[in-house]
Nanobody
Framework: VQLQAFGGGLVQAGGSLRVSCTAS????????MAWFVQAPGKEREFVAA????????DYRDSVKGRFTVSRDRGENTVDLQMSSLTPDDTAVYYC??????????????????WGQGTLVTVSS
């Protein structure tokens, strides 16, 4: 599986932005597609994920109500629509693919394919 993230950029606080991730190679069926973020000087953290086969989603608390993860099966693409952005959302956003378990995992170690990351900068 090859993952390619794109769509990052500079946005003002309060604004919206969408980042996307395209999966090529192995089909993402029976997989979970997730987004992680890594802010400067911080560890990579789980943000959101979607189960490819049944659209179950999961979010970390700080983005609930602001971020929406969705997928397009025809394009093998996963989108992360972000709104009400704050400077704390500034980070490199990585997409990842992992095996489907009983529930969506939040640990990096549960994801075995990663995209290269796309930078999102939120100005105050």
């Amino acid at each position: 599986v090859q993952l390619q993230a794109f769509g990052g950029g500079l946005v003002q606080a309060g604004g919206s932005l969408r980042v996307s991730c395209t999966a090529s190679g192995r089909s993402p069926s029976n997989r979970v597609m997730a987004w992680f973020v890594q802010a400067p000087g911080k560890e990579r953290e789980f943000v959101a994920a979607i189960s490819w086969h049944d659209d179950v989603t999961d979010y970390r608390d700080s983005v609930k109500g602001r971020f929406t993860v969705s997928r397009d099966r025809g394009e093998n693409t996963v989108d992360l629509q972000m709104s009400s952005l704050t400077p704390d959302d500034t980070a490199v956003y990585y997409c990842a693919s992992g095996k489907l378990y009983d529930n969506i995992k939040h640990s990096q170690g549960d994801y075995d394919y990663w995209g290269q990351g796309t930078l999102v900068t939120v100005s105050s």
